[in-house]
């Protein structure tokens, strides 16, 4: 997608704080976090968001989870954690390319 701010930063065409990848995920930092360990889980195939899933594709959804257990064995602090998707512009998504929210840290005090 030409104007896919996360297909540049896949093709490295946007610089991004790149902090894991593989051949089918690349997970930055995102650039305005929202807790002390905040990072998009982005699958380098563009897909829209989950409403728009091929059938051969569901597979996407299995490996970002699999990005997030990753993620919160390998990162101090990050083993308790949510994993937030949002699916169109009124549930808050911006970028239409699939990616999810990686939380952790201190999120929430009692």
Known sequence: MNDCVFCAIIERQIPSEIVSEN???IVIKDRAPKAPIHYL???KKHIKDIQS???QECCYGSKMMRMAQT???EIAGASEFKFLINNGHNAGQRV???HAHFLAGT???D
Do not use: Q, V, Y
Request: aromatic share 16%.
């Open 71 to 73: 993620l919160s064995s």
């Open 107 to 109: 999120l929430f005090t």
């Open 23 to 25: 051949n089918d995920i």
């Open 53 to 55: 899933f091929a059938p």
């Open 41 to 43: 889980i982005i699958p």
């Open 96 to 98: 239409f390319h699939l």
